[in-house]
């Protein structure tokens, strides 16, 4: 007993609210369902509709409180719109978790300026305007979490880096300056950087199984990563226990990055 009311108060998101984009699949499926089943209200943003539907459907069922709201992030119009719509459901979010991306890498000299738009409004672009909405009331009450997914471009280059690379490693200095503006007041910002995850943004990588195999084997596992690999993590950085965690990029790779 006294075991878990010691982890309780180290890691329940009792009472806290959470917004993911791209909830509804892969990586961001799989933190949505560790922050609900952790205690907090989630609430996942991302356009499909039947995917969020089934995805509030199987966390309302496994007694979660969940809700979806339906967006383009790649318009910032209805970035802003779905970030209003969404503190309307629960309440002002206490955590925001951007896993919602886009993973378009034709060769750099064939990079139009339609893909670097896109790539940048997906994955950079509504990351800012979410923390720019939702990070000062999270400073104003004295509690947030604010939790960006990026890549492994991010810190090195290969397999056609170009705009996405570029992108990622923007978002991690975006959550270093996060941290710098609202860390003094009760609000960190970090970013999970992945390995090799098989999941509908990789759709392109997944359907060639000697890259598959190739990456697995730089590893220190010798597997390539699984959603699920990163629900602890997230319930880490969504909690009480990362208190003193900010500006950092917690690698959840396998020892992909180190190998």
């Known amino acids: 007993m006294a075991a878990q009311t ?15 984009t791209g909830g509804s699949s892969g990586i961001g499926r799989a933190i949505a369902e560790a922050l609900a089943r952790a205690g907090a209200s989630v ?43 969404a503190a309307q459901i ?25 893909v670097w738009d896109t790539t940048m409004a997906v994955n950079l672009d509504a990351p ?4 720019r909405r939702f990070g ?9 979490r604010i939790i960006h997914i990026t890549s492994q471009q991010a810190h090195r280059a290969f397999v056609h880096s170009g705009a996405y690379g570029v992108s990622k490693g923007a978002l991690e200095s975006l959550a270093r300056s996060q941290a710098e503006a609202w860390s003094p007041h009760g609000v960190t910002a970090n970013t999970l950087v992945p390995g090799f995850v098989p999941t509908p943004l990789n759709a392109h990588l997944s359907a060639n199984p ?24 997230a319930v880490f950085l ?15 790779d396998g020892g992909f990055s180190v190998h």
């Open 43 to 85: 609430v996942v943003l991302a356009r499909g509709e039947a995917a969020l539907d089934f995805t509030v459907t199987e966390l309302t069922a496994a007694g979660c409180r969940a809700a979806r709201v339906t967006a383009d992030l790649s318009v910032r119009a209805s970035v802003r719109t779905a970030a209003e719509e």
């Open 136 to 144: 000062p009331a999270m400073a104003a009450r004295g509690y947030g």
């Open 210 to 233: 000697t890259q598959v195999a190739a990456l697995a084997a730089r590893t220190l596992t010798g597997r390539n990563g699984l959603p699920q690999d990163f629900a602890s993590a």
């Open 6 to 20: 010691y982890l309780s108060e180290l890691f329940s998101l009792e009472g806290r609210v959470a917004l993911v």
């Open 90 to 114: 629960f309440g002002e979010p206490d955590i925001l978790v951007n896993s919602a991306g886009i993973n378009l890498r034709p060769p750099m000299s064939e990079l139009s300026d339609d």
């Open 238 to 252: 969504a909690s009480p226990a990362s208190a003193y965690v900010t500006g950092q990029s917690l690698f959840v």
């Open 128 to 131: 800012f305007l979410l923390g």
